[in-house]
């Protein structure tokens, strides 16, 4: 068993999303600087050095994941002291993004984790281009980007939640009878609760 995930691709990730999405989040719980140290962390992707936490402020790690200067900016989001989240945005052509949240290591909080993502995502629900939820990270695999994004149809195995354009899901052969529930502007497969709780 691997790692599981939780990843959101959203378009307008411009001006002042991260920041709206830490507000939000931190809303929840879930806090940008460690409750015992008060730092806020990003994580180093190379080439010099890989997984380094490295202390930012948050405006310096809000600025990096809104610009598009590097292909990726990796941080810490902290549950207390030693419970930490690993989010990872990417960001892909025209103003779209995938953020990437990790879900292993949270035992019973995980469920409170995806709760307070979705909160988030419902925020900007018509931005959603899709998601993808998977508890543990089974379908680590997939071409995630591949499938949300392009409608490409190598789906191996379903996630515990899957949402995507109606026009990405009249592309994928899997889904045309996984019986998907319509959540204006995405079609919801498996577990909706996920996102409407």
Known sequence: M???FFFWYRQAWGQGAPASLFHSLERSGIRLA????GRVTAITNGPDSWGDQVPVSPQQLAQAAELATDPEVNFQMWLDAQTDVFVRVRRL???AA???FGLDGLGAAQESVIRAIAQAIRQTWNDCLGLVVDRSGDTEETDWDAVVLQGEPDIVRMPDTLAVRP???ARIAQLAGAGGRSVPPLVVYGNATDLLA
Do not use: K
């Open 2 to 4: 691997t790692d599981g």
């Open 167 to 169: 026009e990405t899901a």
């Open 93 to 95: 052509d025209g103003s």
């Open 98 to 100: 995938a953020i990437e």
């Open 34 to 37: 460690n409750p015992a140290t």
